[in-house]
């Protein structure tokens, strides 16, 4: 079984975040880790071929700047096999619509049996990618994926719905996209980061791409456009104090007095 992890490198938002005049994310000036739902989702496609590992083979594909090569190290160290990056200045500044052209084209040069990508990520959450891919794809969706198995050639999964959940089956090929709570992703091993390091990074470009058109890549092929983007006014550390009782309830009252609640 072959199956893709589409993974996204995403801004560490604990060290600030940066944007761009025309109001995009200034990627390159910001931290990075590995976008939590797809960790998730690697971690699932890594069980799937511990559990038959001489018939799986599983490649993780990324969108990004070229330093996005270091978040496909990180899922080789974790044991995926090969990796690919798409990197072109043409794709920078791509919405949903664009990023999931861009992946689909790239994915029509793979073979896949199992498309796994995050529900969601972090710097945008609009949970719109995985479904897009498979819209482009012409292959069947599921999303919110909680729990995942396969049986024969096609794919069971547990999905996360409201206040219950849903069982839902699908044959391959397909797509599933991938909730953080699906599991607890393993850590790099020593050997793993070793391997990783010297492993060779299969790199495309624009004219690698198959069967997409330039009017639907990058800001120009994208339909969102962002009219103002900022960081959110950070509050203070605020005030620790230790008091007795009735100390305290006099401090808390002048406190609401300050500010004219009462």
Not at 220 to 234: E, L, M, N, W, Y
Request: net charge negative.
């Amino acid at each position: 079984m072959k199956i893709v992890v589409c993974i996204k490198q995403v801004p560490d938002t604990k060290g600030g975040v940066k944007f761009n005049p025309d109001g995009t994310l200034d990627r390159a000036a910001m931290m990075t880790i590995m976008n939590p739902d797809d960790k998730a989702g690697l971690e699932a496609a890594l069980r799937l071929k511990d559990a038959d590992p001489d018939n799986t083979e599983v490649t993780v594909l990324t969108m990004g700047l070229p330093k996005a090569e270091d978040v496909l190290r990180e899922a080789l160290a974790m044991g995926a096999d090969k990796g690919v990056l798409v990197t072109d200045r043409v794709l920078g500044g791509a919405d949903t619509w664009a990023t999931s052209q861009t992946l689909a084209g790239a994915l029509r040069n793979l073979e896949y049996d199992l498309i796994i990508t995050g529900r969601q990520a972090i710097d945008g959450d609009t949970a719109q990618v995985g479904p897009q891919i498979s819209e482009h794809l012409d292959i069947p969706v599921i999303s919110y994926a909680q729990n995942l198995k396969i049986e024969g050639d096609s794919v069971v999964v547990e999905r996360q719905f409201d206040d219950r959940y849903h069982v839902l089956k699908a044959k391959m090929p397909c797509l599933v996209t991938a909730l953080a709570e699906l599991n607890e992703p393993r850590y790099m091993t020593p050997g793993g980061i070793f391997d990783a390091c010297d492993a060779e990074i299969t790199v495309w470009g624009r004219a690698d791409l198959k069967d997409v058109e330039d009017s639907n890549l990058g800001l120009k092929g994208s339909p969102t456009q962002i009219a103002k983007a900022s960081d959110k006014v950070r509050k203070g550390a605020g005030e620790k104090v230790t008091l007795d009782t009735a100390e305290a309830v006099d401090y808390i009252v002048g406190k609401l007095k300050d500010k004219h609640v009462i």
